[in-house]
């Protein structure tokens, strides 16, 4: 799922994911995305520093498997672009101060769909 995933200049990459009970996080993963994350280990191997692999593949496994085991809960997991403008804080800030329409805008306008485990896609209303 990770490999099909490019960045572009200009744009910061989050994941998102959240159940019908709440935020579970937002993470800034820009420099995970992993043609950013091939590129700079492939400098750090040139250069004979060791090289690590992406912990952006095991955080979405981490949490699919959160996902999967609490299936009580309708667990949705998203990755979304925004343009560099957009500050870490003020992206936080929205999902405080109105998570519905943050989770409603990152359904609509997500680049990639880790997982989505609403039973028969309805929209969660999220507590």
Not at 91 to 105: N, P, T, Y
């Amino acid at each position: 799922m990770t490999q099909e995933l490019k960045s572009l200049p200009g744009l910061r990459y989050y994941y998102f994911c959240w159940s019908n009970t709440g935020l579970e996080c937002i993470v800034d993963i820009t420099d995970q995305m992993p043609d950013v994350w091939e590129a700079n280990q492939l400098m750090a191997a040139l250069q004979g520093e060791s090289t690590e692999s992406n912990p952006l593949n095991k955080m979405l496994w981490a949490s699919r498997m959160r996902a999967t085991i609490n299936s009580h809960r309708t667990y949705e997991g998203y990755i979304q672009a925004v343009d560099d403008s957009i500050t870490d804080q003020e992206v936080r800030k929205w999902a405080q101060s109105d998570l519905q329409s943050m989770a409603d805008f990152v359904r609509a306008n997500h680049i990639a769909c880790v997982f989505d485990y609403r039973p028969n896609q309805n929209h969660s209303v999220i507590r």
